[in-house]
């Protein structure tokens, strides 16, 4: 098989390697994460397919292939190692019961979520009588805004209207189906994590600004944003899940520094890398294609 | 995602209905129209709060009580108590689970908490 099949961890790798400057460049619109997740996807299904092929040379063909060669007097370029295929093969069932992992972990934690809100009173606004400060978007038809009285207990009255603008902005850009393709990617294929954490706090950036948008102050937001941050602080067990992309501190800057220039070739740029991907998952699916032709056609 | 740009610069019903009762919510003791109009801080005028109550009382989504001429507001309490004890159980869930739940705000490491305080005292005296 040819180099190509190994293209997909390379590229993967250097996605993720630039994902995180990304994520504090790019301009946070729907657009932009849609083609980050986008990428992220085109990566995973290439580096996945990868991992098929990788893994169906050891059904023994290969083996047949450097026989008949060997008979016929070709000499085979670059056959892939016994150990590579197991490799290969080990990776993509790790991969696969990842995905079934964080899959499960996600529609029990939604139903949990709607059962929850079936508790509270109708409407956009659940509110939980909970004293720590917690804020969630809620999907489903219609989305809902759930939150605990202690948030909103610690907020005025323009910083409860950035809470309730953040968490509708979630619910209508539909920010939960562009976190969980991310999540999946990465379960698949682990070295987009930091990819997975981009797309968090990009989501989450882009709330932001709406939500400065609607209370007509970055300043307000912010605020909002580091009280609840400060208040949830107190929590060890919390803090020890460390999901760095979505520092709220990068937030607060973020607002404090003014509206984001959009940037248009950055994400192409992204995009290119996942497209990338894909043509040397193709040229590698034809390089294999054309090996068992070889071998039982010809 | 909504693009800022597009953003909508008045507020609908449904929005200012959710404001009113997340003002309700926050005060923890029944609240009069005029003092739900302060809690919403600023914009909005007496009578337009007035018809909110109004809309969230019909609906019974808030209680009334009279005190006097005026009226006292509350949210209506519902299973509230059942759905915080299932949010306490979600919270001590597996990082699996912690990981699905769209969060306003993550908590902080120390470090990026005196950060964060250092950055809000640095704004204020600006």
């Given at each position: 098989m040819t180099v190509s099949v190994y293209v997909p961890v390379a590229v993967s790798l250097l996605v993720a390697a630039i994902s995180h400057q990304m994520a504090i460049r790019l301009s946070p619109t729907r657009g932009t994460v849609i083609t980050v997740v986008g990428a992220a996807a085109l990566c995973a299904a290439g580096a996945t397919w990868a991992l098929v092929l990788l893994s169906l040379t050891l059904l023994g063909f290969t083996q047949l292939a450097v026989e008949e060669a060997t008979q016929r007097g070709v000499v085979l370029v670059q056959p892939v190692p016994g150990a590579v295929g197991v490799l290969a093969a080990l990776a993509l069932a790790f991969g696969l019961a990842r995905v079934v992992r964080v899959t499960r972990a996600r529609w029990a934690t939604r139903r949990e979520l709607r059962v929850l809100c079936r508790s509270c009173a109708p409407g956009e606004l659940a509110v939980v009588p909970v004293s720590e400060p917690h804020a969630f978007a809620v999907p489903g038809r219609p989305g809902r805004v759930l939150v605990t009285q202690g948030l909103l207990a610690l907020l005025d009255g323009k910083e409860r209207r950035v809470v309730l603008a953040h968490e509708r902005a979630h619910l209508a850009g539909r920010h939960h189906g562009l976190r969980a393709t991310a999540e999946v990617c990465a379960a698949i294929n682990p070295l987009l994590v930091p990819v997975r954490e981009a797309v968090a706090f990009l989501v989450e950036r882009g709330a932001d600004e709406y939500a400065a948008t609607v209370s007509g102050s970055r300043e307000v937001t912010a605020r909002a944003l580091a009280k609840a941050a400060l208040a949830e602080s107190g929590d060890p067990r919390q803090s020890a899940?460390?999901?760095?992309?979505?520092e709220v501190t990068a937030r607060v800057a973020a607002l404090h520094a003014g509206p984001p220039r959009p940037r248009r070739l950055l994400p192409g740029g992204f995009l290119l890398l996942g497209v990338g991907t894909t043509a040397a998952a193709v040229q590698a699916t034809l390089a294999f294609c054309r090996l068992i032709h070889w071998l039982w056609l010809s | 995602m909504v693009d800022p740009a597009r953003a909508p610069s008045r507020r609908g019903a449904g929005e200012l209905e959710s404001e009113v009762l997340a003002a309700l919510w926050a005060a923890a003791r029944p609240l009069t129209t005029a003092q739900v109009q302060r809690a919403v801080d600023g914009d909005l005028a007496y009578n337009t709060v007035q018809t909110i109550l109004a809309r969230l009382y019909e609906k019974g989504l808030v209680d009334r009580a009279s005190q006097g001429r005026r009226h006292l507001y509350r949210p209506t309490k519902g299973a509230e108590e059942l759905a915080a004890e299932q949010m306490q159980a979600l919270l001590r869930r597996g990082p699996d689970r912690q990981g699905v739940l769209q969060r306003f705000a993550t908590s902080l490491s120390e470090e990026d908490a005196e950060a964060l305080r250092a950055m809000l005292r640095l704004r204020r005296r600006r």
């Open positions: 899940l460390g999901f760095v992309a979505c | -």
